[in-house]
């Protein structure tokens, strides 16, 4: 075997693992014999580091199953002028911790925002070290919870592809070509934009028609796919994350290689493979209106990205859910007055659940004020 970019000898010595779609956006596929170590590494490094930056919102949203852990929490802007950290599997949280201090008659008085009880803990243990009279618990005790919801909508960066991302976009098709036997000599074009910084992009994004048969709705799945059927002799590949950012790639523009036909289907969520196909019979004069963005409008864009978007939406709901009703359970237990492993009472059965219930009403007053 030859490395599929810089066709050097693929050995033991200079062998790597390459992840066809990249392990940082919840690639599972990896083969040996297909990028010598070097052209692996650098694009690494390079292409794939920018494709997983561009996808990392969405990678967080749905908590990506990576093989190197849980994707970096995602830094957001609200329409209000906030900051916000998105954590995979967890709830949103400030970028960062409150603490101020101001002086006051006889003394000084602390502001303390944590983003967590257990966060607040450790900053008031900090600032017992220098008030040795503090105490942590009562304090924590007394500490305000507060159950706010968003205030203003999150916004994050649309950005795709482009310069990097793009090779990174184009070696994925490349490597699944040289899976079905192909060899990166026969696919000229995608050599050309791999190799030389200064050639035209070989692919382009399409939203309609939908390439992918039978698509299940609001999946947010990676493909990556090759074909040369009824392709008016070209060998196309198409990739697709999370379900709407979808491109043609122009592999080779006159191809003479065995007929080839393959795709890979993934939810990276799950890392379930999906037994789905796609339908890459486009003509030249369809792949060039592609590449002009002709099938990827504005609307275009939405009617396929909506119902993904609202698989998110639907899953970060449920996330805040459960983070408002484990708030309003810690906050209850800890305003009952039972220390704790002291055995609850009946008394305490009872505030507990007064507590629930005012703060419920509290909530679902908020929710029907937005």
């Not at 005790?141 to 482009?162: E, R």
């Not at 795709?263 to 796609?278: A, K, Q």
Request: with cysteine; hydrophobic share 40%.
């Amino acid at each position: 075997m030859n490395c599929a970019i810089c066709s050097t000898e693929i050995v033991p010595s200079n062998d790597s693992e390459e992840h066809i779609i990249p392990a940082s956006v919840g690639g599972k596929l990896k083969k040996r014999g297909v990028l010598c170590r070097s052209c692996n590494s650098n694009a690494g490094e390079k292409w794939d580091s920018e494709l997983a930056r561009q996808l990392n919102f969405f990678s967080v949203v749905f908590d990506v199953r990576r093989d190197r852990g849980p994707a970096p929490a995602e830094k957001v802007q609200t329409s209000s002028g906030g900051e916000l950290l998105i954590h995979p599997g967890k709830p949103m949280t400030a970028v960062r911790p409150v603490f101020k201090s101001s002086p006051v008659a006889g003394g000084i008085s602390y502001e303390i925002q944590a983003r967590s009880i257990d966060e607040a803990r450790v900053l008031l243990q900090q600032l017992a070290r220098k008030h040795p009279a503090l105490d942590v618990e009562a304090v924590l005790a007394g500490a305000q919870v507060n159950n706010d919801l968003l205030d203003g909508y999150l916004h994050t960066s649309t950005d795709f592809a482009g310069e990097l991302a793009g090779r990174s976009i184009v070696k994925s098709a490349l490597c699944w070509a040289a899976l079905q036997g192909v060899s990166g000599t026969s696919c000229p074009e995608a050599l050309e934009y791999l190799t030389n910084p200064t050639a035209e992009p070989c692919f382009g994004f399409i939203n309609e028609p939908d390439p992918v048969l039978n698509r299940p709705i609001g999946v947010p799945l990676h493909c990556v796919a090759v074909s040369s059927l009824g392709t008016a002799g070209q060998l196309l590949g198409y990739v697709e994350f999370f379900g709407w950012r979808r491109t043609v790639v122009q592999l080779a523009r006159a191809y003479s290689g065995p007929t080839v036909h393959a795709s890979h289907f993934i939810d990276p969520r799950t890392g379930e493979l999906l037994e789905l196909d796609v339908d890459l019979c486009f003509d030249h004069a369809m792949v060039a209106s592609i590449f002009d963005y002709k099938h990827c409008l504005p609307d275009q864009v939405t009617s396929s990205a909506a119902p993904v978007i609202e698989t998110m939406l639907e899953k970060l709901r449920k996330q805040e859910a459960d983070r408002a009703n484990a708030e309003m359970v810690e906050r209850a237990f800890r305003e009952c007055g039972a220390s704790e492993g002291e055995m609850l009472t009946e008394e305490h059965f009872r505030k507990i659940a007064a507590s629930m219930a005012a703060q419920f009403v509290e909530y679902q007053s908020k929710l029907s004020r937005r």
